[in-house]
């Protein structure tokens, strides 16, 4: 296949990837920035993503400039189509000024939105993802689209940046905490029902690893469970801390991503369900154990090694027993030596 700005062996080339959806969608294209960086040292490689998932690309030493706008339901309440339009095309005629060579999508179901948006740039070429290796992993899917520019071979590993001084602040809290310093996370957020393991099976499970000298700090999506747009845990959060009272276990809600970046890199181990959070905490990284609906493991687990996972038909089917045997056989990341500085 002909890519015509590497037909003059155009060594800097300007190029844009595009990632507008979920959080472990984006944090799974780490590695193609990796790999961008890495084929075409000197290129210019900026993304567009949205006003959510952006801060995956904060402090990125592959990414030079990221652009971003919200999704459909992430625009602030009462704004106008006029002004919500006035903001895309203020973004869009700064991605113009850039003069692409190249725009590559990401994502395998790239919207139409994105599509026109990719041509309105300009670019003398666009990528897409369009033959994903069947059954293979996101990332390794991900990576797939570069094929036409000749980068192939294994991913690197996914990684993202906590912001150092909101992890001090989390270390800080957590070694003032029954916790103790660098506990174990434990997520209780899932935002799909199949996703969701139930409340009694953490409180089983937290009950007994702490027989075992475990100590935990549970993490949640703050709010109320019938919020349409962010629904959040804080009853569930309510009730375990009631039925937890005087164990090592301490509570601390993750309003922002940036929040669970930063508390994720205080912790040494992570045991979470399907979602964002398991790619947030494999990409910093430190051992994760992930809950997850067979049909998923393949191609949504978190990637590499040390990281486990247990699985059924739903989450829900895990047994508490499989998940103890599990989280037994978890290694323990060593602490960031900045955090203490």
Not at 129 to 154: F, M, Q
Not at 209 to 232: I, Q
Not at 240 to 263: I, K, M, N, Q, S
Request: aromatic content about 8%; overall charge positive; proline content about 9%.
């Amino acid at each position: 296949m002909s890519v015509p700005f590497l037909d003059g062996k155009n060594t800097r080339p300007r190029l844009l990837v595009v990632r507008r959806d979920a959080v472990g969608d984006l944090i799974c294209t780490t590695p193609l920035f990796a790999a961008l960086r890495a084929h075409f040292p000197g290129a210019r490689i900026c993304a567009l993503v949205n006003t959510y998932n952006s801060v995956v690309l904060d402090d990125n030493p592959d990414v030079d400039r990221v652009f971003a706008f919200p999704n459909a339901n992430h625009w602030p309440a009462g704004m106008t189509i006029r002004e919500k339009y006035g903001e895309i095309r203020t973004v869009l005629t700064a991605l113009r000024r850039e003069k692409f060579d190249c725009v590559i999508h990401a994502s395998r179901s790239t919207s139409r939105e994105d599509k026109i948006f990719g041509r309105l740039v300009g670019a003398g070429r666009l990528l897409r993802r369009n033959h994903d290796p069947e059954g293979a992993h996101e990332i390794v899917r991900t990576l797939s689209v570069l094929e036409p520019l000749g980068i192939k071979g294994t991913p690197a590993a996914p990684r993202v940046y906590p912001d150092r001084t909101k992890s001090r602040r989390a270390h800080a809290f957590l070694s003032a905490s029954a916790a103790g310093p660098t506990p174990t996370a434990v997520h209780l957020s899932a935002r799909n029902t199949e996703n969701q393991w139930p409340l009694a099976r953490y409180g089983e499970f937290l009950r007994s690893a702490v027989k075992e000298g475990g100590r935990f700090v549970v993490l949640w999506s703050p709010g109320a469970s019938h919020n349409p747009g962010h629904p959040g845990d804080d009853e569930k959060a309510a009730v375990l801390r009631r039925e937890l009272a005087g164990l090592p276990v301490a509570f601390w809600p993750t309003p922002t991503v940036t929040d669970l970046v930063a508390t994720l890199a205080a912790c040494s181990r992570f045991i979470g369900c399907d979602g964002g959070h398991c790619h947030v905490a494999s990409a910093l990284p430190i051992p994760v154990l992930g809950l997850y609906c067979e049909k998923k493991i393949a191609e949504w687990r978190p990637w590499g090694e040390p990281h486990a996972v247990v699985g059924a038909k739903t989450v829900g089917d895990i047994r508490t027993d499989l998940v103890l045997a599990a989280y037994r056989q978890m290694p323990e990341a060593a602490p960031p030596p900045w955090l203490d500085t």
